[in-house]
C-alpha cells in the first residue's frame, strides 16, 4: 500500500532515499513522481543529475535538464549543473546561451556560473575571456575558499599566456 500521496511527499521521500544512499529507491521515486505529475520539474532536475554523474548518460542528462529548465526556468539549482554537461558535451554555444539565462535567475551562484564560463573559455583556449569570467567569479563570491581557488584560475591562465609568448634572444658579443 502507497502511503504517499502527493507529489511533493514523494519528492521528499525520494531526496531522504538520496541522503541515505539508497540510489535505486530514489530513482524509482523519481520516475513514479515523473508518471504522476509530468509537470513536475524539480523530478526532471534530479533524473538529469543520476544520469549525468551516476550513468555518464549524458544525451538523457541533457534531456530531464532542458525539461526542468521549460517547465520552471526560475529553479536556479538546475543551470550549474546544465552548464557543465554542455560544457563536457563542448556544445560551446549553447552554454553561453544557458549561462546568460542563468545569470538572470535569482538564486543562482553566479560565481559558479562565471567559473564554468571561464573554464569553457579556457577549454577553448580563449585565454582573455577566460581571464574575465574568472575575475567576475572572484567579485561574486562570498567565500574565502572560492576567492582563493579564482585567484589560481586567474594565475593559472597568466602561464598558460605567458607559455604561449615568443622567446627572443640577444647574443651579446
Known sequence: MDILYTVEEKYLQAIEE?????????????????????EYARAYY?????YYYQFKNYQTAGYY??????LEADFPDVYEHYLKLLITLKMHKLAQNI????????????????????????ELQDFTTAKEHYK?????????????QFKDHLK??????????????????
Open 18 to 38: 538520496l541522503h541515505y544512499g539508497e540510489l535505486p529507491k530514489a530513482l524509482h521515486f523519481f520516475h513514479e513522481i515523473i508518471n504522476s505529475d509530468p
Open 46 to 50: 534530479q533524473l538529469g543529475s543520476f
Open 65 to 70: 535538464y532542458k525539461k526542468c529548465i521549460e
Open 99 to 122: 549561462a546568460d539565462k542563468a545569470l538572470a535567475v535569482p538564486g543562482v551562484c553566479k560565481s559558479h556560473i562565471y567559473e564554468n564560463l571561464g573554464l569553457n573559455a579556457e
Open 136 to 148: 567576475q567569479a572572484a567579485l561574486a563570491t562570498a567565500s574565502q575558499d572560492e576567492h582563493e
Open 156 to 173: 593559472r591562465i597568466k602561464d598558460k599566456q605567458n607559455a604561449n609568448r615568443n622567446m627572443v634572444y640577444a647574443y651579446l658579443g
